[in-house]
């Protein structure tokens, strides 16, 4: 299996925000989209503080691939969203060490939030 460049892991941990490029589900055009990332150091994610109604998710999820940009690298990826709870909350708690108390993770018995119903962890192909 492929694996993130440490320069692009340092891009995720380091960039404030990122383009993602996807393409429409229903044009086929390619679309680009601001949006914050997070990473533990191996694994890189992303999510959509709208969920899964943004249109950006939808379309990852349609095409099964994107571009990530990150620093000086674009990098196709595959997505994998997210459906065990706690690995989606480790997104949301790894974003608010990131970004600061604006992203508020759910606890364990509480639902997941807009964002960690679409979150996934970007795979480069």
């Known amino acids: 299996m492929a694996a993130f460049s440490r320069a692009a ?9 990122v383009t993602l ?3 429409g589900r229903a044009s086929g055009k390619p679309h680009e989209v601001t ?3 997070a990473t533990d150091g191996e694994k890189v994610y992303i999510r959509s503080g709208g969920g899964m109604e ?4 939808q379309n990852l999820v349609a095409k099964g691939e994107g571009t990530i940009h990150l620093g000086a690298e ?6 994998r969203h997210l459906t065990d709870p706690e690995e989606a909350r480790r997104t ?5 060490e990131k ?10 018995d509480e639902p997941l939030t807009k964002g960690e119903t679409a979150a996934f ?3 480069p192909i």
């Open 35 to 37: 949006i914050w990332i």
């Open 21 to 23: 490029t996807t393409t």
């Open 54 to 57: 943004r249109d950006w998710p």
């Open 74 to 79: 674009s990098i196709r990826v595959k997505p």
């Open 121 to 123: 962890e970007l795979i």
């Open 9 to 17: 892991l340092d891009a995720a941990a380091n960039q404030h925000e």
């Open 92 to 96: 949301s708690r790894l974003a608010a």
């Open 99 to 108: 970004y600061g108390s604006y992203v508020k993770p759910s606890e364990p």
